[in-house]
């Protein structure tokens, strides 16, 4: 059972910032790429930003020089750092994380339960 327990979201007014943080259980074997989606209400969950194990990093473009994505290795968490955020960031944040359960198993995806992230105007 991987679980990804996220944290850093709230309410925050434009212009500010957040830090979202996202910690996967020990029990994973081998982690490929961890990363940010963000869904709201009536349209489709899309990326924001990724990062593979080797450091590799990939964004959206419309968060592309506003969020940080990084990682701990150590700790087997993901961290997204967002600057002048805008009210159309207004979303439930969910972390990703495409790993290995077993050294003998494939490669499956895994969720976070969202964590709500609001930006008044």
């Known amino acids: 059972q991987v679980q990804l327990v996220e944290s850093g979201g709230g309410l925050v007014q434009a212009g500010g910032s957040l830090r979202l943080s996202c910690a996967a259980s020990?029990?994973?074997?081998?982690?490929?790429?961890m990363g940010w989606y963000r869904q709201v209400p009536g349209k489709q969950r899309e990326l924001v930003a990724t990062?593979?194990?080797?450091?590799?990093?990939n964004y959206a473009d419309s968060v592309k020089g506003r969020f940080t994505i990084s990682s701990d290795n150590a700790k087997n968490t993901v961290y997204l750092q967002m600057d002048s955020l805008k009210p159309e960031d207004t979303a439930v944040y969910y972390c990703?994380?495409?790993?290995?359960?077993?050294?003998?198993?494939?490669?499956?995806?895994?969720w976070g339960q969202g964590t709500q992230v609001t930006v008044s105007s």
């Open positions: 990703n994380l495409l790993g290995q359960r077993h050294s003998i198993g494939g490669y499956e995806n895994y």
């Open positions: 020990r029990n994973i074997f081998s982690i490929n790429r």
């Open positions: 990062i593979t194990s080797a450091g590799s990093t």
